[in-house]
């Protein structure tokens, strides 16, 4: 398991969903899980080319009944937002019906004069930064295309009399050593495996894996600056095949 270095936080609030706060069709939560991995990580900072990384969504609706009758409709506007995106089924949990959903996330690697030229298309994406010529630091982000993303709010408000509402959200991402080195970094201000910390740190194992849940600070900045961070790994990464 991964060497933990607890400075655990007293309060921590609840936190939204991976960039969609999307689908919130009666106001309502969303949860999301995106897959980040380690050797995705170091080719595209290599390669200078995007992969794609699934990510899980479970959508509150109102009922199991209202989920059937919209999940074609929000099919439909999603795909245009998010090509991957597939509704899968209808779920009730507890007194809770949730609309189940997959879809595929780009991972890019960009740096400053990329960022300044633009940036990739599409409604969210994680990006990933290299420090300067005498940094190995490696950045992880979580990025929401903006302006898409008050299109998709709009066109939801419009067809559902609903809009989206992000800081309400909650998003997870898991984190998987898929080398066979130990990967060492942090997380700031996050829930990691459940539990609230200010700072946790790790060494993370081979083949092992953490789950990141960053804070309602990011939630935040990623709705209102388009990027929060996720995890850094202050030595860089080594994978070794």
């Known amino acids: 398991m991964p060497r933990i270095q607890p400075s655990r936080m007293r309060h921590c609030a609840s936190v939204g969903a991976v960039f969609l706060g999307a689908l919130f069709l009666v106001g309502c939560k969303m949860h999301t899980l995106t897959e980040i991995y380690v050797k995705d990580i170091a080719y ?7 992969v794609n990384t699934p990510a899980k969504f479970k959508i509150e609706m109102a009922t199991e009944s209202k989920c059937q009758e919209m999940k074609g409709q929000v099919q439909e506007m999603m795909e245009r937002y998010l090509p991957s995106f597939k509704a899968k089924s209808c779920i009730s949990e507890g007194m ?13 690697a960009i740096s400053d004069e990329e960022e300044s030229s633009g940036q990739p298309q599409g409604l969210m994406w994680i990006t990933v930064t290299r420090g300067g ?43 998987n050593n898929d080398t066979r080195t130990v990967q060492s970094g942090y997380a700031l201000y996050s829930y990691v495996d459940g539990a609230p910390y200010r ?7 081979e083949r092992e894996r953490i789950e990141i849940q960053p804070s309602d600070v990011a939630i935040s900045l990623l709705n209102r600056q388009g990027s929060a961070g996720v995890v850094y790994f202050p030595q860089g990464i080594s994978p070794q095949e």
């Open 44 to 50: 595209v900072l290599k390669e200078r080319e995007s």
């Open 96 to 108: 809770d019906d949730y609309l189940v959903a997959e879809a595929k996330v780009p991972v890019y």
């Open 133 to 175: 010529e005498e940094d190995k630091g490696v950045n992880v982000h979580a990025s929401l295309n903006q302006n898409a993303f008050r299109q998709l709010d709009a066109e939801m408000e419009e067809q559902f009399d609903d809009g989206l509402d992000l800081e309400e959200s909650i998003f997870r991402f898991r984190l």
């Open 199 to 205: 700072v946790f740190r790790f060494d993370l194992p």
